[in-house]
């Protein structure tokens, strides 16, 4: 995605994968719908905002009894791993880190883009995630697994299931590649929108076990 320790919308550079790792399509997509709405605003002097949600999370986010693999989100997966007793696979080990920011931070953010006070966000590209809430994958599954030995109902599930190593060519195939990090920096939002995330990771994550497993 980026070099930089904090992605910035401006300014980062952007970096994509081969073209026979055909997971980059995903990203290449956004990005090329960033590029076309940036240019026809600016040449047609249109008015028009952009957003970036990275890593929103919260209930309702995905199905748990429909999860193919790859087909759903981290978080979800793993919740739907311990609903049927599966074990959690850590592709590559889990290593990769994301900064996850709750779904009621990110509309909040949202309403405000919308809102668009004194025509503030025009032309504009927002960032709409916390890099305080950085983890890695493996980090991630094992608080979910905590979590959900608070949930009576699935205390026998637990004990059958294990936090296991997979490669990523048995998860995703032969065309998957990753971004070892990917952090937002989001000062544009903070002094534009005078908004900032509340939610903390782990009241992130109890809000969206009990949601599933309660």
């Not at 960033?34 to 199905?63: C, E, S, V």
């Not at 883009?113 to 599954?141: L, M, R, V, W, Y």
């Amino acid at each position: 995605m980026s070099p930089d320790q904090e992605f910035d919308e401006e300014t980062s550079p952007l970096m994509q994968g081969p073209i026979n790792k055909e997971r980059w399509i995903y990203s290449c997509s956004k990005q090329l719908l960033d590029r076309i709405i940036y240019a026809y605003g600016k040449r047609d002097n249109l008015r028009f905002t952009l957003f970036r949600p990275f890593n929103w999370i919260g209930p309702t986010q995905d199905d748990i009894h429909n999860t193919p693999p790859g087909g759903v989100r981290v978080i979800t997966q793993f919740i739907s791993n311990i609903f049927y007793g599966k074990d959690i696979q850590l592709v590559d080990g889990g290593k990769q880190k994301r900064s996850f920011i709750f779904i009621d931070d990110g509309i909040e953010a949202l309403f405000k883009i919308i809102e668009n006070k004194n025509n503030c966000t025009d032309g504009k590209i927002f960032n709409i995630g916390n890099p305080k809430n950085n983890a890695s994958i493996g980090e991630i599954a094992h608080k979910i697994f905590e979590l959900a030995k608070n949930y009576p109902k699935h205390k026998t599930t637990l004990k059958k299931i294990k936090i296991v190593n997979t490669p990523s060519k048995k998860y995703y195939g032969s065309g998957y590649q990753d971004v070892e990090h990917r952090v937002p920096s989001i000062k544009r939002a903070q002094e534009t929108l005078n908004w900032a995330p509340k939610t903390t990771l782990d009241e992130a994550l109890q809000k969206t076990v009990e949601y599933y497993l309660k």
